[in-house]
């Protein structure tokens, strides 16, 4: 697949890294300390094209796809979800980092990525140098949160997260207009300005396939079941993230919809810092520069 798709980052290598899951599929280049940058639904590495160049001045990047998304091992679904658990991305991520010789990194993650970083930070804190998060807030606040008015904004997190196979049979139907639906209600311009037409090309040939589009339904379920139980299993321990911690999320994104999510990451890491940024859910490609610029800083302290 990956052959045939337009090259979004020239000048970066490509690897398949044999992990207890199987095959994970990422890009690395660059200098620096390692940077893993995790990319979310309904996307892949692919998001972080409009900024690599530029982080790779300073950082080693390792950009791949989540088992299940772009060109990723498929795990199989199961009736607990484990293998989607954010738990076992997590391990997964962090055996990528230690193939490719990075013992200690930062980690940013958008979306679902976010969930795999906060997660990690949680899991794992001597492998994590400081975590950013990119329009999320915790899986626990989301689902506690629900009322009318953000159920109907994060509608697809109970229609994906239905039994198998029901949702991923009506989206692989008609798979495109579902997906370009998705990535044009979640940004700020209500439409698909904001991804170039590579990047387009890329998302719509790995979301053509039924299987992967089970395995980001399955991630859904994951995150309603198995991930909900870790986070309520962290806060009933008063659990924190001990690491520098940055949340960014766009003005008009979904984390915007609580009230105040740095105050609501301050419950999980009360040394957290983080702001608005223009735009909506899919920040890197729509502020791809103020992004960049706060990733710089975050992680050169």
């Known amino acids: 697949m990956g052959d045939t798709l337009p090259n979004l980052f020239p000048g970066f290598e490509s690897h398949f890294v044999e992990t207890a899951q199987g095959p994970i599929f990422c890009r690395t280049g660059g200098i620096g300390p390692a940077l893993l940058l995790v990319h979310g639904y309904p996307q892949s590495h692919v998001i972080w094209h409009k900024i690599a160049a530029d982080l790779a001045k300073s950082f080693t990047l390792v950009m791949p796809d989540l088992p299940g998304y772009g060109q990723s091992v498929i795990p199989p679904l199961s009736d607990d979800h484990a293998a989607y658990s954010k738990r076992t991305m997590a391990q997964t991520m962090a055996e990528v980092m230690a193939h490719l010789g990075h013992d200690q990194f930062g980690a940013v993650g958008h979306d679902r990525g976010g969930r795999v970083v906060y997660r990690m930070a949680l899991d794992m804190p ?176």
């Not at 949702?167 to 639906?181: G, Q």
């Open 126 to 301: 001597d492998r994590l140098s400081g975590a950013a998060v990119l329009d999320i807030l915790p899986t626990f606040d989301y689902w506690n949160h629900l009322d009318r008015t953000f159920a109907l904004k994060i509608y697809h997190w109970a229609f994906l997260a239905q039994p198998a196979p029901f949702p991923e049979n009506m989206i692989a139907a008609d798979p495109i207009p579902f997906l370009e639906h998705k990535l044009a209600s979640w940004s700020a311009a209500k439409d698909l300005s904001p991804f170039s037409e590579g990047a387009l090309q890329h998302t719509r040939a790995w979301f053509s396939d039924p299987a992967r589009i089970a395995a980001s339904c399955e991630d859904y379920r994951a995150g309603a079941h198995i991930d909900y139980d870790h986070d309520a299993e962290d806060r009933r321990t008063n659990k924190t993230i001990s690491q520098p911690f940055l949340a960014l999320w766009g003005e008009q994104g979904i984390a915007a919809s609580i009230e105040d999510p740095l105050a609501t990451w301050q419950t999980w890491c009360p040394h957290a810092k983080g702001r608005a940024i223009m735009g909506g859910h899919f920040l890197p490609e729509e502020s791809p520069k103020e992004i960049a610029q706060e990733i710089l800083e975050f992680f050169s302290l």
